[in-house]
C-alpha cells in the first residue's frame, strides 16, 4: 500500500471512530491516534540490519576462540606453551573487560542520540577492529608492539560489542509490535548463534583442508579480513532505517516539557540517577543474563576445551561434535520466541531455568561416556534450556525499563552480567574441573546460577503482548488499532492507568470531590 493511500485509509478510519473518544471530563481513554501502527518493510529493515550484526559479532568471537591458540603462537613465538595459551585466553577475556564501559557509555548516548546512529557507529568500530587483527603485523615484524596492539583491538572489539546488543534488542523491540515482539527479538539470537556456528565451521574448513604450517603462516588471517564485507553489508540495512516510533515519542515528549520549563519523565536519566531509579530492574536483568549465559557461554565457548582438554577429543572434533548442535540451536530459537508470544515470557523463561537445573548434570554424564552419540546427545541436552533462555532475554529485558533510559539500563545490566559470568564461564569451570578432579564441576556451576536465574524469574512481571514501558501500543494493521480501542476495557493486556498516569490523578480528584460533596450534604443535614 503507497504512503497516500495508507494516510488516506488511516484518516478513515479516525473518523469511524471519533465516537470512542472520551469527553473533556472523562478519563483518559486510548484513541487510535494513540496506537503505533508498524511500518513493516521498515520493521523488515531494522531486524536485517540488527541480526546481521549480531551475526558478526558473535562470527568474531567464535573465530578468535577457535584460533586463540595459533594466535597465542604468532604473537609470543619465544613464549612457553602455557604462556601462549593464557595469553590468547587473557586476550579473549579483555574483550568482556571493555564491555561493561562501552555498554554505560554508549547506552548513555543511544538514550540522548538515538539508536540508530549509535548502533552504525558500533557497527563501524567491531567490523574495523575485527579487520584489523586479520593484518596486523605479527612479533617476527613488530616485536611487543604486536601483542600490544592486538589488546588494542579486542578492547575496541569490546567497547562497541558493548553497545551492539544492548541497542540492537532495544532497537528491535521498539520496533517490533506488541503481539509478535518475542518472535522479532528472538531473531537476534538466531543471527548470535548462527555467526558463531559460522565462524567456527569457517575455521574448522580453514583446518580440514590446509596444512598446520599453513594455518599459522597466513591463512589464520583469512576468518578475520572476511569481518570486513560483513561488516560493510550490515552497515548498509542499518543506514537505510529510521529511530524507533517510541524513542521519537519519547524526545518530543522530553522536548515539549523543557520547552514548558518542566522536569520530564521521559527525559534520559544519568548513570547514577538511573542506578537509583531502576535498581531493582537493573538487578533483574543481570541476573537472567547471567544464568542464561553461564550456560549459553558452556555450550559455545567452553565445549572444545572440555571436549579436547578433559574428554580426550582431538581439536577438529572438538569443533565439529558443537556444530551441529549450535546450527539446530539456532533455528529453533525463533520458535521458543514465538511461544512466548503465546504463553508469556514468564513461562518460557522458567522452562529454561528449570531444564538447565535438571538437565545439567545428566548432560555432562552424557558426555563423559565417551561415544560419540552419547557427546552429542549431552551436548543437545545442555542446549536445551539455552534455547527457551536466550530466545526471550531480548524481548523480557527492555520491558523492565522505561524509553528514556532503555538502552542504558540494558548496556549496564547486560554487559556487566556478561563481563562477570560469560566471559568467565570457561576459565571458572575449568579451573573447577582442574581443583576438584570431578568432570562434572561444570554442571554444578550451571546449576547454581541457574536457580539464581529461577529466582529472578519470579519476580520478573510479564511483559508478552503489552506495550514497552513507556510507550504507546503497537500493532500490525489498522484493523488491530480500531479494535484495541474498542475493547480496551476489557483488554487484560492493557493497564491504563500505566499508559497515562494522569488517569490516576483525575481519579483521586473525582473522589476527593465526592467525598467534599458528600461531607457538604451532612453538614448541611
Not at 501502527?37 to 520493521?43: E, K
Not at 538502552?407 to 562477570?420: D, E, F, K, Q, R
Not at 520478573?460 to 480501542?485: F, N
Amino acid at each position: 500500500m503507497s504512503d497516500p493511500l495508507k494516510s488516506t485509509t488511516l484518516n478513515l478510519w479516525q473518523r469511524l471512530i471519533r465516537r470512542l473518544r472520551p469527553a473533556a471530563d472523562e478519563p483518559r481513554r486510548l484513541t487510535v491516534e494513540d496506537v503505533t501502527v508498524v511500518d513493516r518493510p521498515m520493521l523488515r529493515r531494522a531486524v536485517a540490519g540488527t541480526v546481521v550484526g549480531n551475526l558478526m559479532e558473535w562470527y568474531d568471537i567464535g573465530v578468535y576462540g577457535y584460533l586463540a591458540v595459533i594466535i597465542g603462537r604468532a604473537f609470543l613465538p619465544d613464549a612457553s606453551a602455557g604462556a601462549q595459551s593464557l595469553f590468547s585466553l587473557g586476550v579473549f577475556a579483555v574483550t568482556f573487560i571493555a564491555r561493561p564501559l562501552g555498554g554505560i557509555v554508549l547506552g548513555q548516548l543511544g538514550d540522548r542520540l538515538g539508536r540508530q546512529r549509535v548502533l552504525a557507529f558500533t557497527l563501524i568500530m567491531m567490523a574495523a577492529a575485527t579487520f584489523l587483527i586479520g593484518v596486523l603485523p605479527d612479533f617476527s615484524v613488530i616485536g611487543l608492539w604486536a601483542p600490544i596492539l592486538l589488546i588494542v583491538l579486542k578492547l575496541a572489539q569490546g567497547f562497541s560489542t558493548g553497545g551492539e546488543y544492548a541497542g540492537a534488542t532495544t532497537f528491535i523491540t521498539e520496533y517490533a509490535p506488541d503481539k509478535s515482539r518475542g518472535f522479532y527479538a528472538s531473531l537476534l539470537d538466531l543471527g548470535s548463534y548462527m555467526g558463531f556456528a559460522i565462524g567456527a565451521a569457517f575455521v574448522s574448513i580453514l583446518q580440514l583442508t590446509l596444512s598446520a604450517e599453513t594455518m599459522q603462516g597466513f591463512a589464520w588471517r583469512i576468518p578475520f579480513l572476511v569481518a570486513l564485507p560483513l561488516g560493510l553489508i550490515a552497515i548498509y540495512f542499518r543506514l537505510k532505517i529510521e529511530d524507533t516510533p517510541a524513542f521519537q515519542e519519547a524526545q518530543d515528549s522530553a522536548k515539549r516539557a523543557a520547552d514548558d520549563a518542566q522536569a520530564s519523565p521521559d527525559a534520559p536519566k544519568g548513570v547514577l540517577a538511573l542506578i537509583r531509579a531502576y535498581w531493582r530492574e537493573l538487578l533483574t536483568a543481570f541476573v537472567l543474563v547471567a544464568a542464561a549465559n553461564t550456560v549459553g557461554y558452556a555450550l559455545t565457548s567452553y565445549m572444545p576445551t572440555y571436549l579436547t582438554g578433559t574428554l580426550g577429543y582431538d581439536e577438529v572434533h572438538g569443533t565439529l561434535l558443537t556444530l551441529p548442535v549450535l546450527v539446530a540451536m539456532a533455528l529453533c530459537i525463533p520458535l521458543t520466541g514465538k511461544l512466548s508470544d503465546r504463553i508469556g515470557r514468564r513461562k518460557v523463561l522458567f522452562i529454561g531455568s528449570i531444564s538447565a537445573i535438571v538437565l545439567a548434570v545428566p548432560s555432562f554424564l552424557f558426555m563423559m561416556h565417551g561415544e560419540i552419540w552419547s557427546t552429542l546427545l549431552g551436548l543437545v541436552l545442555l542446549a536445551f534450556p539455552v534455547t527457551f533462555y536466550v530466545a526471550n532475554l531480548a524481548s523480557s529485558l527492555p520491558a523492565l525499563f522505561p524509553t528514556s533510559s532503555r538502552y542504558g539500563g540494558m548496556g549496564i545490566s547486560y554487559n556487566l552480567a556478561v563481563a562477570l559470568f560469560a566471559g568467565t564461564a570457561p576459565v571458572v569451570m575449568e579451573a573447577l574441573v582442574q581443583l576438584t578432579g570431578s568432570s562434572l564441576a561444570p554442571a554444578f556451576y550451571v546449576i547454581g546460577t541457574s536457580i539464581a536465574g529461577f529466582i529472578a524469574v519470579i519476580v520478573l512481571k510479564e511483559s508478552a503482548r503489552r506495550p514497552l514501558p513507556g510507550a504507546m501500543p503497537s500493532v500490525q494493521t489498522i484493523e488491530e488499532a480500531v479494535e484495541l480501542v474498542e475493547t480496551q476495557e476489557d483488554n487484560p493486556d492493557l493497564d491504563l492507568d500505566e499508559l497515562f498516569p494522569e488517569r490516576v490523578a483525575v481519579a483521586a480528584d473525582a473522589e476527593g470531590e465526592a467525598d467534599a460533596q458528600a461531607k457538604g450534604d451532612v453538614d448541611r443535614a
